[in-house]
Nanobody, 123 residues
Framework: QVQMVEFGGNLVQAGGSLRLSCKAS????????MGWFRKAPGKEREAVSC????????YYEAFVKGRFTISRDNTKNTLYLQMDSLSPEDTAMYYC????????????????WGKGTLVTISS
């Protein structure tokens, strides 16, 4: 049974930083493209960033603007998202997702999802 559990969401002030983690189990982690997605209240879910199986290829949505860094540790089955210079517009539930079968950062291409961790940025 595949399980993906996100950690690290919190309430922080604008300009602050957070590091999200996603621990995966029940799958061969190194075989999966991993990604972070988010859903803000009243908005559609959107991609944030994705990383290839090896970690060599990374994709970021334009709104990230160099503020976030995605990484993974295949020895620990863990995905990370370092978020800096946070703004209230980053307030959302953040989800990690996994895909096997080629690089994609589209939510409908993902095979497995975590339940999310809440990030709230105060102004």
């Amino acid at each position: 049974q595949v399980q993906m559990v996100e950690f690290g969401g919190n309430l922080v002030q604008a300009g602050g930083s957070l590091r999200l983690s996603c621990k995966a189990s029940g799958l061969t982690f190194v075989d999966y493209v991993m990604g972070w997605f988010r859903k803000a209240p009243g908005k559609e879910r959107e991609a944030v960033s994705c990383i290839s199986e090896s970690g060599l290829d990374r994709y970021y949505e334009a709104f990230v603007k160099g503020r976030f860094t995605i990484s993974r540790d295949n020895t620990k089955n863990t995905l990370y998202l370092q978020m800096d210079s946070l703004s209230p517009e980053d307030t959302a539930m953040y989800y990690c997702a996994a895909r096997r079968g080629g690089f994609s950062c589209r939510d409908y291409d993902m095979d497995f999802w975590g339940k999310g961790t809440l990030v709230t940025i105060s102004s």
